[in-house]
Nanobody
């Protein structure tokens, strides 16, 4: 059974930092591209950051320079370091693992972790 379990969310003041972790089980994480999505109330889910199997990273413009995605293949874990947090970063953050097998998607999602940025 495949599971992606996020942790590290919580309440933080503006300007603060949080590190999210996503531990994968039931899959070999290193063969998947990993990513973090977020969804704020009343808004569409958006891709915040992604990291390829080879380590190439991409970020949505609103978090560039503030967030860093990384992966530890030995631990089957992906991280999202979030600095200089803003109230608009408040959302449920979801971890994903994705690959394509013979042209078909092989994707998995975590259950989400709440991040609230507020004074």
């Amino acid at each position: 059974q495949v599971q992606l379990v996020e942790s590290g969310g919580g309440l933080v003041q503006p300007g603060g930092s949080l590190t999210l972790s996503c531990a994968a089980s039931g899959i070999i994480g290193r063969i998947y591209a990993m990513g973090w999505y977020r969804q704020a109330p009343g808004k569409q889910r958006e891709l915040v950051a992604s990291i390829s199997r080879g380590g190439t990273t991409n970020y949505v413009d609103s978090v560039k320079g503030r967030f860093t995605i990384s992966r530890d293949n030995a631990k089957n874990t992906v991280y999202l370091q979030m600095n200089s947090l803003k109230p608009e970063d408040t959302a449920v953050y979801y971890c994903t693992a994705a690959r394509t097998v013979w042209g078909q998607p092989d994707d998995y999602w975590g259950q989400g972790t709440q991040v609230t940025v507020s004074s």
